[in-house]
């Protein structure tokens, strides 16, 4: 081959190469669910709503609709976001409130049984306050626990009167999980997870949507 | 035997293994298009990795594996599995195969051989071991180069321990990544496209003992590479390149990229192996005897016996995790009578003699070059050669030191602690045969001498620091964290990588005729030297500080250790990239000719034209001396290129009329 | 002149040049001496106390020491190759115009066993060191597994279960009414018996001022031994790569006065109690399988979590 055949071939290969690993970083590596912030309008205290389904619809979520889930509903336009990455302000109160669209799961360790963490040391269920609960045998039982593990938090989420599988859901057929905690002053990342394996058997129930966010576990970021 | 058996009155030229009947009309050469190459391999891929997929939906497709996980492993597996047969079948790897069984000649390995000559032959299954060796050099540095944008990656994510730039599951699907496309993939870095290139020539051979096996060895490689980077398609896996069990049970999609491809790779790896060993025994030229067999060639072959006893154990352990997450069996796992133990003793049974074939290579490739540039024998050649036999047994007897605080038998770690102190004595040969050979040397700093000097240094730092993690109750801190990172990464980078840099700028000019630009060649050594270390020293500190691996977060007061590493590794990223440049400048742009034998050395293969004519010597050549006899007044020339003929078989029938044993 | 096999006597030998070849021996000896001892006293003394990864602990203490030892044998061997490499690459480098080959030195025989020998000498002493140390005194904080040969004496030591769970330690404390916490504390003075098992997958144990580090593999109970002699804070890392959030499993621990870990025992007792009433019995290592009849237990209570199907029928027994 010629020089110029030889430099022209090698260019196009070369941006061949550049191009796919920005498209491999663009595509695979980067990005995720969006965040929804509460941190922008403050007003002392935060109010989060989030709702747990058993699946969702597929036109919502296209990867994984039979995954077990998260959602959270926006602030600003009152509508459900598939993501577990939320934003709140520092040395704020948070008020969460869960909707739980899932039948019931027992904890693998008993010990998550135990609400910790929160406001008065106890979590609502329809009301009325709640400190222990056993997923076995009840007289409560849990479908799934919110937990920030790094602000010793960890609330479980009252099992819900039927399973919805199309999430996001919107009928009344759900329980309703209430708490509250003070974020921390310390800007930065606050990881949370569900310690109930998703009623897949213990090893392989906290794989999948445990692991990946926007399902079963996510980040909440506290900005100053 | 060594001698060649068939007599030469009888030998046709032109009848190579599978060739058609020397009178028959060459068939017409069809255009390129249609000839099977790596269009036709790619295309062979899809269609069956979709009817993989279909297969694996068919049977399995009701079957929900994992309950509302919406997986079906046993699509994917067996879309993998079927689509690198069809990778295969698309190259024309069976076709001889079946021609065979079929009774009909085979046209088209002559027909491949022959008629394609220049770029074109690089994307067949060319049987021609020179042909296969740049194959793998060039896919191999591509594998390399994937692997260090990983490693970019992840010191990137590590520049700030609250800031992140990937979240937590892509940074630890990098980071698993990274490790298995680099373990995975070095294995044949120094073996593939230096030893299939050179071992013929160095033992006086005209081929490999099995053209077809050393080139599939190869054609699996890029099949390797394709699965496991379509891991990150599925999101990567969990679990880092040791796969340990259970969490690689629970793992979704990505781990069985990571199986399957770790399953290719061992097979590859089992390829290579046996070819090299069944060349090494047998076709060794008349004279070539053990005593004279270049260093090299001593650990070509060591390696290889690695290969072909520890692969099957890897690939016999990745079908076990498979079938553990696809039908249901419970190997690995404790509550069904299964044992997470057995993941990790099958793994690691594979995993040292792993890091061997990694590092043995490196010494033989170091030990070669230094006499050139030495311009001395090589000291103490049995001691090396025996260090490396002694390393070879070794490895496979410390395997638990991976274990210590598993919760093993106790009694077994003195035993384990004391065969891997032990294992330190032959690796510590290479260093006595190199300072030896440095003894009133008259020693020329060229740029592979540089690399080689490079390597001795990197792998005293890396060979001294095993010798703590060996240490029981000091491993007990030092294990899983970066300690670990920095001894290994001294030992296989520093080592192996060095010495690649060392052979490849060596013996270039042999493979393609052409020489690096050596000015270049210099700032590459220095800046990947100098970065390396900066590089990896500090994070024995970091380890020892109480970082574990693979891990996206940290302590805050190892902030600033880490952002000098992080820093260090792009410069490092850096100097590779000028290396990636001088290669493609001088082999592509500039191509300086350099012909003859420019570092004056007395290597068996270099008495032949750079590169070598096909057949690469006209007639077998009989050895009559060894290759490091400098300074040795009125050495003999290492070979005689131009025997007369009749030499082997009148000796043959000399032996066998004094009624001597053959 | 070298001999007719190549070896080459010590001592002085005539060059071509005529001047007496020196010692290269002798002169690398006395650039080495100065090297390794500066470098001996600099580890004994300067950095010793230093080394990772403390004293605060019996095990501790004992691997600091340990990694001192190997640092003082490791310094001399690094210095030697360095020193040797160094001053060969200046003195031996090819002088410009000088075409010859350096002499023909295959190997020398007394050089290649005194190397062997000393080497293998080191190595050895290190390997009965290592097995000394583990077996010791102070024994070495490493996991055991669960049939331990080496146990401190005098009595019964405070048990502490460690349970790793994806992705956050929990500790157990069956001489106390078995109440299971997320926070570690330890009495000072006293030896520790850690029982680590999972729930899960295999995560890895690492109490870094403590020394200590064993895997967690599920099923199986591993034992580590310690002894705090220092009061003051224990980082608490996992060690072995389990999923996500395998960099966020981490614990701040307290060693703290025994009147102290008295006083936190009895209350976390009280605090706990409602919660350890619904805990499993304390047992080595927690089978979901040994629930009896864990599917009818499901089907009676009406448990129908995450979509319905818990264990699907064709799934009888699942971990």
């Not at chain 1, 296209?62 to 934003?87: C, E, M, N, R």
């Amino acid at each position: 081959m010629s020089l110029a055949a030889r430099v022209t071939t090698l260019i196009v290969a070369v941006l061949a190469v550049v191009g796919g690993v920005i498209f491999v970083v663009a595509h695979y590596l980067l990005g995720g669910p969006p965040t929804v912030d509460f941190a922008a309008a403050t007003s002392g205290q935060v109010n989060v709503t989030m709702q747990t389904d058993a699946s969702s619809d597929p036109a919502t979520v296209p990867d994984h609709p039979t995954w077990v889930s998260y959602f959270i509903k926006s602030p600003a336009s009152g509508s459900w976001v598939h993501t577990t990455l939320f934003q709140v302000p520092a040395h704020t109160r948070v008020n969460v409130t869960i909707l739980g669209y899932d039948g019931s799961t027992p904890v693998r360790n008993q010990v998550w049984g135990q609400v910790s963490g929160t406001t008065g040391g106890v979590a609502d269920y329809g009301g009325k306050p709640v400190k222990t609960v056993n997923g076995w045998n009840g007289p409560y039982l849990i479908q799934h626990t919110f937990a920030i593990p790094s602000l010793n938090l960890s609330v479980p989420v009252e099992a819900g009167p039927a399973t919805c599988t199309t999430g996001p859901c919107t009928n009344n057929q759900h329980s309703t999980t209430t708490f509250s905690f003070m974020t921390p002053a310390q800007p930065g990342a606050y990881r949370w997870q569900c310690f109930v394996p998703c009623g897949l058997s213990y090893l392989d129930g906290n794989g999948g949507p445990m692991q990946t966010f926007g399902y079963m576990t996510g980040n909440m970021q506290v900005v100053s | 035997m060594a001698i060649d058996m068939q007599p030469e009155s009888d030998r046709q030229p032109g009848r190579e293994p599978g060739g058609r009947e020397p009178d028959a009309p060459p068939p017409p050469a069809r255009p390129w298009w249609r000839r099977p190459a790596v269009h036709t391999a790619l295309a062979g891929a899809v269609i069956g990795y979709l009817l993989g997929h279909l297969l694996g939906n068919v049977i399995a497709g009701q079957y929900s594996q994992v309950v509302n996980s919406g997986q079906n492993d046993y699509a994917i597996v067996l879309g993998y599995v079927l689509g690198t047969l069809g990778w295969l079948a698309g190259l024309g790897v069976f076709s001889d195969l079946l021609r065979q069984m079929t009774g009909r000649p085979v046209h088209a390995t002559e027909e491949a051989r022959d008629a394609s000559a220049g770029l074109a032959r690089y994307f067949r299954y060319s049987l021609d071991h020179k042909v296969v060796g740049l194959q793998y050099l060039v896919g191999m540095i591509g594998f390399f180069l994937t692997g260090g944008l990983l490693a970019m990656a992840i010191r990137t994510e590590l520049l700030s321990p609250s800031y992140h730039v990937f979240s937590s599951a892509t940074y630890t699907a990098i980071v698993g990544e990274h490790g298995t496309m680099m373990m995975m993939m070095m294995s044949s870095l120094i073996l593939g496209p230096l030893g299939n290139y050179l071992l013929p020539l160095m033992i006086g051979s005209k081929r490999m003992a099995f053209p077809r096996i050393e080139a599939l060895s190869f054609w699996l490689t890029p099949a390797a590479y394709i699965v496991l980077l379509s891991g990150l398609m599925f999101g990567g896996f969990p679990f880092g390149w040791t796969g340990y069990a259970p969490l690689s049970v629970q793992a979704t999609q990505g781990a069985d990229a990571y199986a399957v491809a770790f399953g290719i790779m061992g097979i590859s790896l089992i390829l290579l192996g046996f070819n090299i060993i069944v060349t090494v025994i047998c076709y060794r030229a008349p004279g070539m005897h053990w005593g004279r067999l270049p260093i090299f060639v001593w650990a070509m072959l060591t390696t290889s016996f690695l290969m072909v006893l520890a692969a099957p154990v890897l690939v016999g352990a990745m079908y076990m995790l498979i079938t553990d997450r696809t039908v249901q069996t419970a190997f690995f796992t404790d509550d069904l009578g299964g044992s997470s133990y057995l993941w990790e003793n099958l793994f690691w049974f594979f995993g040292h003699p792993e890091v061997y074939i990694l590092a043995l290579p490196g010494f033989g490739v170091v030990s070669e070059i230094l006499p050139v540039f030495c311009r001395k024998p090589l000291f103490g050649y049995k001691v090396a050669a025996a260090g490396m036999v002694g390393v070879t047994l070794l490895s496979f007897f410390v395997w638990q030191h991976h274990l210590f605080d598993s919760g093993i038998n106790p009694d077994m770690r003195p035993v384990f602690m004391l065969t891997t102190e032990l294992i330190s004595i032959p690796t510590g040969f290479i260093f006595l045969v190199a300072m030896g050979t440095f003894w009133k040397a008259k020693i020329r700093f060229t740029v592979p001498m540089l690399f080689a000097l490079g390597f001795y240094f990197n792998f005293l730092i890396g060979g001294i620091s095993g010798v703590y993690l060996s240490d029981v109750p000091a491993d007990t801190t030092e294990h899983g964290t970066f300690f670990v990172m920095a001894h290994f990464h001294y030992t296989i980078m520093g080592g192996l990588i060095f010495a690649f840099m060392a052979g490849l700028y060596y013996w270039l000019p042999k493979m393609m005729g052409i020489r690096l630009n050596q000015t270049l060649g210099k700032i590459h050594f220095w800046t990947m030297f100098v970065f390396f270390n900066a590089t990896f020293l500090p994070l024995f500190a970091v380890g020892m500080a109480g970082q574990p691996r693979r891990v996206y977060t940290y302590a805050r007061s190892l902030e600033t250790l880490n952002d000098w590493v992080s820093i260090s590794s792009f410069l490092l990223g850096v100097s590779i990239l000028i290396f990636v440049f001088n290669f493609v400048y001088s082999t592509v742009i500039a191509r300086v000719h350099e012909e003859g034998n420019p570092w004056n050395s007395r290597g068996l293969e270099w008495q032949v034209s750079s590169p070598p004519p096909p057949g690469n010597f006209a007639r077998v050549p009989v050895v009559l001396s060894g290759p490091y006899e400098y300074g040795v007044k009125d050495a003999p020339p290492v070979a005689d290129l131009d025997p007369p003929l009749g030499v082997i078989s009148n000796a043959y029938a000399a032996a066998a009329a004094e009624g001597a044993e053959v | 002149m070298p001999a007719a096999d190549g070896t080459v006597a010590d001592g002085t030998v005539a060059d071509g040049a005529g001047r007496p070849e020196p010692n290269h021996g002798l002169r690398i000896f006395l650039l080495w001496l100065p090297v390794a001892l500066v470098a001996d006293l600099l580890i004994w003394f300067v950095w010793g106390p230093h080394l990772p990864p403390g004293a605060m602990s019996t095990s501790a203490a004992t691997q600091q020491s340990a990694i001192k030892i190997m640092s003082v044998m490791a310094a001399p061997v690094m210095a030697l190759v360095l020193v040797y490499g160094a001053y060969a690459l200046v003195v031996w480098r090819h002088r410009e115009g000088d075409d010859e080959d350096g002499p023909p030195i295959h190997g020398n025989t007394r050089v290649s066993v005194t190397w062997i020998g000393v080497t293998s000498v080191i190595v050895l002493s290190l390997a009965v060191f290592g097995t000394v140390e583990l077996a010791g005194p102070a024994g070495a904080g490493a996991g055991e597994g669960n049939t331990p040969i080496w146990r401190p004496s005098g009595g019964t030591p405070l048990q502490v279960q460690v349970i790793g769970q994806q992705w956050r330690w929990t500790y157990r404390y069956p001489q106390f009414g078995g109440f299971e916490t997320t926070s570690l504390m330890l009495p000072v003075g006293e030896n520790v018996q850690f029982n680590i098992t999972s729930l899960d997958v295999i995560h890895s144990f690492w109490a870094y001022q403590l020394g200590v580090k064993a895997d967690a593999n599920p099923d199986i109970n591993n034992v580590a031994y310690t002894k705090p002699e220092h009061t003051g804070q224990v980082q608490v890392r996992c060690a072995e790569l389990c999923g996500l959030w395998h960099a966020d499993m981490t614990t701040v621990g307290q060693v703290v006065s025994l009147s102290a870990f008295n006083a936190w025992t009895a209350t976390a007792r009280t605090q706990l109690a409602a919660l350890t009433k619904e805990l499993p019995p304390y047992t080595l290592t927690y089978d979901p399988n040994a629930v009896a009849q864990l599917g009818k237990v499901f089907q009676k209570a009406g448990l129908s979590g995450a979509g319905g199907g818990f264990y699907g029928s064709q799934y009888p027994v699942q971990p």
